[in-house]
């Protein structure tokens, strides 16, 4: 504390009037005009006043509202850390400086006492030096003070005062709008906070000491503040709420950490019980003054989201459960596949295995066998690398073949390897499902196609040059079947020209022999008519051969005109009977007819059938001295074949023979039956038509005892 | 003639190149009471016929230049001689050869060797059928 008593201070003598152009005075209004901050101007006044008014050096401090204390602003020949840490209590009224500056005149402070010089701290040291104030004399207290050394004659100048009014003026004036934009500001801020806690739907409140509400949030007034124009149950319900929550301030005064506690208010609007968790800080709101910060939590939502919770928790369970199941049913499924499956995670280790996997891929439990435990790390380092390169990939599906090694036997395993990235929903790889498939099966199944391929191949060959050389021999065939069928045609003319060269001589060995038989020529003796005879049966006989091979030229050429018509088999019976009844006559055997009751018309040349029957009739007369000779005609019902059965009880076939019978000039008996006068050809024409007519003949016999020819015809012929 | 008849017996041209073919059918058709007239070839026949204008003609098919189906076809044709029948005679045994002559317009067809007595109940069997009509 310095006394101005101590001091020499005294007002300095005033100089009259002013030395300095007014072109200088106006330089310095428009520079401070420029400047809008306090210690730019306060360096320009301090220059001019240096350079126009004989200061040497100079100091200029302000008086601070707010912290109450006189402070350096800025110095001329002064160090600036003396100018920043200068500073004194404007509190302290007997100080001399704060007497100067109250005084609103200028005071000297002079160098004859410079220990209270010293003592007065200020950055010009031990110097004297003139206070001047700045801004109007009329002010109790200026916005600061000048302190200026070096003055001429320790007089302050007309010049110096106007600078300090003008510096006073200018600086009050900043000051002002600098404070208004902290107003402004202040106020925008303040709202902005408003805002800010009114924003949060959680009731927010600053309380007093006393409890009293200093600052609360819209959410907190709605519950605690109400206005007349509410109604009486609302304003009933913020009267409740309010003293339930002075009460509940109160429980905690005496805590000076947060507290937390709960509190049940009422819902003005409806009435409803409102819980919440209050969560209440301590602040400091005045000097020695503590306030309450509390927010208060709405806990419905809270116990709400508890109680979700607790079924997310129940509905997690289950879901747990159900995976289990499911796993365990993945597990089942796995199990009964036989090719061994690897589930592999991200970070290429085994996860899962089945039985058939394990078997390769693990030590088998029991003694240890070095040689199996070998062949397992083998598989396992081939398993690895193929999975690792899958990862590398870019794949999601791989195959590949892999060789690996059978534990317990050391046979090589060939496998066809398929695996499957297992992608999650977010696109990450989270694991790779493998399925070894044996191909050992697979290799050998190939070898042996190769095998039957190569067999095949041969036989392909084989057959194609057999299907060439086939074709070959058909042309042959085809060649001489040309060939054949010139040379059929060729006999069929011979055949014809041949008879009928022999018919003409033929025509006049009968012609003549008949002539004389009539008698044309004149009577003959007996003798030579008896001859004669001969010779007529001869020449009959003659032609009945040359008839018979022309028919069976004709059967072979296929020349043989066939005409199906219906046919009433009893009917044609009975015409052969006709024919051959003077034949009957001159022997004394027994003719029997036995026809099976309704037999049905069929089809077929009934010429030809007749010619057949006749033939077959004729032998039998021809080839029984004594007995019988039957004809037998029935209905095979299951073939629907009519058969006509020729029986006698005659001489007989004998076994070796009865095959040979129906040849051309077959005759068994061949003296017997040139007796008979057959041509020898009968049966074979008679065999011939019947297969023209799609039928057959047959023969059952013995020698000596009888034979039985049987024709059977179709009910139609196949080529009809 | 051999029966004093009012009316005079049928007059039957036969045709046959051969000798001995001619000879039997002409000698029993004689005998047998029929006039008879004969013609080696094809060319005879046809004068001899459109001549004689006979009631039957026996016609042997296979015949030297002018044939039997020819000289048939040419009688046929003509208004003096087509109502005379003709008997086709002819040693093919073949049905080809048979239906060859009805074509052309022969009557019946007889197949060489034939007996002179069944050759007669054919040459009647023409006669009559043409009197019938």
Known sequence: MVSLAHLDVLPPPRSRGGSVGSKAKLGLVSALLAEEEARPCAVVALRWLVRHAGV?????????????????????????????????DLGDRAHPLVVALSGGEPVVFHDSSQPLLRALETPLGNLSFHAVPLGSSKEEIGPGLLLLTGLEDGLVSDDIL??????????????????QAEERRHKRERSWLFSTINAVTDPILLTDADGRILVANAGAEMLLTAGDDKREGWRRAVALNNMLFSASLFTNAAESGPTRRELLLVDPSEGKDLPFEVLSTPVPIRLGETGLVSVLRNVTDLRRATEEIEENYRRLRVAEAATRAQRDRLDL?????????????????????????????TFPPGKRNVEVERRVRTNDAVFSSFVSSLYAGQARHWRRTLSLIDPQTGATVPVEAISGKVVSKHGEETAIVTILHDLTEAEEKARLYEQVKRHSDELRERVREAT??????????????????????????????????????????MGYTHLM?????????????????????????????????????????????????????????????TEVEPVIAGTRLAVNRMLAPELPEIETDRQKVKQIVLNLLSNALKFTPEGAVSIRLEH??????????????????????????????????????????????????CRRLAHTLDGRITLVSRLGEGSTFTLYLPSKPRTA | MTRGDATPAPLVLVVDDVDHGREIFA?????????????????????????????VILMDLSLPGIDGWEATRRLKQDDRTRDIPIIALTAHALAAAHDKAREVGCNAVVT???LPKDLEQEVRRQLEAKTTE
């Open chain 1, 636 to 685: 095979e019902r299951g073939s629907g074949e009519i058969l006509i059965a020729v029986t006698d009880t005659g001489i007989g076939v004998a076994e070796e023979n009865q095959k040979t019978i129906f040849e051309a000039f077959e005759q068994a008996n061949s003296s017997y039956a040139r007796r008979q006068g057959g041509t020898g050809l009968g049966l074979s024409i």
């Open chain 2, 27 to 55: 000698e029993y058709l004689e005998f047998r009471g029929f006039r008879v007239a004969t013609a080696a070839d094809g060319l005879e026949a046809l004068e001899k016929a459109f001549e004689l204008l006979p009631d």
């Open chain 1, 162 to 179: 106007w600078v300090a009014e003008l510096l006073g003026v200018r600086l009050a004036s900043l000051w002002y709008r600098r404070a």
């Open chain 2, 112 to 114: 060489k060797p034939c």
């Open chain 1, 468 to 509: 060439a050389e086939l074709a070959e021999q058909n042309e042959l065939l085809r060649r001489q079947a040309f060939q054949l069928e010139q040379a059929s045609a060729m006999k069929s003319q011979f055949l014809a020209n041949v008879s009928h060269e022999l018919r003409t001589p033929l025509n006049a060995i």
């Open chain 1, 517 to 577: 038989l009539e008698g044309v020529s004149g009577e003959m003796t007996q003798a030579q008519h008896d001859k004669l005879g001969r010779v007529d049966a001869n020449a009959r006989h003659l032609l009945a051969v040359i008839n018979d091979l022309l028919d069976i030229a004709r059967i072979e050429s296929g020349k043989m005109p066939v005409q199906i018509e219906r046919v009433l088999l009893p009917e044609l019976i009975d015409e052969v009977m």
């Open chain 1, 56 to 88: 040497e050096r100079a100091v200029c401090a302000v008086a601070d509202s707010e912290s109450g204390r006189l402070l350096g602003l800025t110095g001329i020949g002064v160090s600036v850390s003396s100018v920043d840490s200068f500073g004194l």
């Open chain 1, 333 to 361: 499924i796995l199990n009964s596949v036989l090719d061994p499956i690897l589930v592999t995670d991200a970070e290429g280790n085994i996860a899962r295995m089945n039985p058939p996997a394990e078997r390769m891929f």
